[in-house]
């Protein structure tokens, strides 16, 4: 007991180590422009100033929005979606798969669960002991269920799901925009310095002796910048595709789903309805780190559609609301109740009296090895794989 309660300490802490190394990249880029370019290289005042006021907007919102991600806590399931301890019991002491089943089933039905496996099964997690929510996933890091889960990122150390996935996307943004700014307001000094310093007589460059090692931080700042830069905006970019689709990582990544585009498209309103649930929902507060998502991240308005998947029909939002659930968020925090209004929907497969049925979802036991593969090239080395 006691070496496995040490070994996760030391996970623990070693699982700090990207997000100190984050840390200090930040903190020597910005000695680098503060005290190196804009204070000891920079002679034009006017120009100080513009750069410095810009750059500390970028760092502080770039700050902000990551240290939110950092520390806000994934949001779990209630203990509503547990099962009662006479079920529990029961379903631990079957060991046939359609007895389990049908005990799922009969507790699911005061459950607002639409979604299922791709066998048709009630998604249940043997470790939490509970029944997942839709789009609710175990992260085998944080050893929670999460839910809305996108993936477990190492380099903010913490799960991004529905409490924090409009600040990583921000982080994202404001940390291209930090990067890039730097790039773009250097690289007049990188010209100058390397065509100098590099290609001219030492006689004939503008910086003595002493003022080399400062410009070499300048010069490797230009070159950081640039490559974060690359680096984020791939990631940046696929993350506002999976915001105008209204999918999380784990639902996008190709082989985890059906090859049906009903089930892909399941959760999706339409670009607007889209942007809305996840990072705009109240438009004064879109630029900035506070909680203003959309839901209580236990059910969502779904695209309900015909037999045939190429004819699609989307409830709408409004309809959803006043017939399904109602919505109770302070500041991240999350009211799952009453669960009871949604066991009218969908608990299977059964074709609505209108001839629609929901699109049922898969489960996500995601696999590290292809997701690295897939988004090796990431920043935030996405670890979808931490989600089953």
């Known amino acids: 007991m006691a070496p496995s309660h040490v070994l996760r300490c030391c996970q623990r802490g070693l699982s700090w180590i990207p997000v100190i190394f984050i840390n200090l990249v930040v903190c020597w880029s910005y000695y680098a422009y503060v005290m190196e370019l804009c204070l000891y290289t920079i002679s034009n005042t006017e120009e100080q100033v513009m750069y410095l006021v810009v750059f500390h907007i970028c760092f502080i919102m770039f700050m902000w929005s990551y240290w939110k991600t950092i520390i806000t806590k994934p949001v779990n399931p209630s203990k509503e979606f547990c099962l009662p301890k006479a079920d529990r019991e029961q379903y631990e002491k079957e060991e046939r798969p359609r007895p389990q089943q049908e005990i799922l089933k009969r507790v699911a039905r005061d459950l607002p669960v639409y979604t299922r496996t791709g066998s048709g099964a009630i998604r249940y997690c043997d470790r939490c002991q509970l029944i997942k929510p839709d789009r609710c996933h175990h992260c085998s890091t944080c050893d929670t269920c999460v839910l809305k889960m996108d993936h477990h990122c190492p380099w903010v150390n913490n799960c991004v799901g529905f409490s924090n996935y409009k600040y990583f996307v921000l ?5 291209m925009l930090y990067c890039v700014f730097i790039a773009a307001t250097v690289l007049q000094y990188f010209i100058k310095f390397w065509t100098l310093c590099r290609w001219k007589a ?20 230009f070159f950081v910048a640039s490559m974060f830069f690359i680096s984020i905006l791939s990631l940046f970019s696929y993350h506002l595709w999976l915001v105008a689709k209204n999918r999380t990582t784990i639902e996008a990544f190709p082989g985890r789903l059906s090859s049906d585009t009903v089930q892909i498209d399941g959760f999706t309103l339409g670009f607007r309805k889209n942007v809305s649930r996840c990072l705009v929902y109240q438009k004064k507060y879109w630029c900035l780190p506070v909680y203003t998502s959309l839901g209580d991240g236990y059910t969502f308005p779904t695209r309900f559609v015909n037999v045939d998947p190429r004819q699609a029909v989307v409830l709408s939002l409004d309809q959803y609301q006043s017939n399904c659930w109602s919505i109770s ?60």
Do not use: W
Request: glycine share 10%; aromatic share 4%; hydrophobic share 25%.
């Open 329 to 388: 968020s302070v500041d991240g925090q999350t009211n799952s109740k009453p669960l009871s209004e949604s066991q009218n929907h969908l608990l299977g497969n059964d074709v609505q009296g209108n001839g629609t049925h929901i699109a049922r979802d898969t489960s996500m036991d995601t696999d590290s090895g292809s997701l690295e593969s897939a988004f090796g090239t990431e920043l935030c080395g996405t670890s979808a794989s931490s989600a089953c």
């Open 171 to 175: 982080f994202l943004g404001y940390s």
């Open 202 to 221: 030492a006689e004939h460059c503008k910086v003595n002796t002493s003022t080399r090692t400062p410009n070499s931080n300048v010069l490797f700042l």
